[in-house]
């Protein structure tokens, strides 16, 4: 009768057969790297400094994954083909979002997130107040 032995992930990965040199690498960048990243995603508010930078960052990861330097100069669809990254992180968050906002349509009015998405807030802002709390004297 022969025992079962445990495997890592790791030795479950390097028996598997592999076409692609940078498989195992895309497997854990994927796992680790983009399911950290894209927690809580959906409720973000992501402006185009912060587009730009996570676009950035990406490529660098990215970059880092298949061995090559900027002074390769290649493009960085050239690179996404290659590592056969279809979409980008900006545009997953975007699915995520427009996925949460679905969910929060189809809710109950009666619940929380439906509120929320449903309030108007009504008269405008006190811009006097502002101006005051700004121009309060700190000393640190």
Same mark, same amino acid.
């Given at each position: 009768? /022969?025992?079962?032995?445990?495997? %890592? #992930? *790791?030795?479950?990965m390097a028996r598997q057969p592999r076409d692609d040199p940078n498989a195992a690498r895309i497997?854990?960048? &994927?796992?680790?790297?983009? $399911?950290?990243?894209?927690?809580?995603? =959906?409720?973000?508010?992501?402006?185009?400094?912060?587009? /730009?930078?996570?676009?950035?960052? *990406?490529?660098?990861?990215? !970059?880092?994954?298949?061995?090559?330097? +900027?002074?390769?100069?290649? +493009?960085? =669809?050239?690179?996404? %083909? &290659?590592?056969?990254?279809?979409?980008?992180?900006?545009? *997953?968050? =975007?699915?995520r979002r427009l996925l949460w906002f679905g969910h929060v349509k189809r809710m109950?009015? $009666? /619940?929380? #997130?439906? +509120?929320?998405?449903?309030?108007?807030?009504?008269?405008?802002?006190?811009?006097?107040?502002?101006?005051? &709390? &700004?121009?309060?004297? !700190? +000393?640190?």
């Open positions: 009768m /022969r025992i079962c032995h445990f495997r %890592t #992930p *790791e030795q479950n497997t854990m960048y &994927e796992i680790f790297v983009i $399911s950290v990243l894209l927690c809580g995603a =959906e409720c973000w508010t992501v402006r185009k400094v912060d587009e /730009r930078r996570i676009f950035t960052a *990406e490529m660098g990861w990215l !970059r880092k994954l298949g061995g090559i330097n +900027k002074r390769q100069q290649k +493009k960085n =669809e050239d690179i996404r %083909t &290659e590592l056969n990254q279809r979409e980008t992180l900006v545009q *997953e968050i =975007e699915r109950d009015n $009666s /619940r929380l #997130p439906a +509120k929320a998405l449903e309030t108007m807030v009504i008269g405008n802002r006190n811009k006097d107040t502002c101006q005051t &709390e &700004e121009k309060v004297d !700190r +000393k640190y």
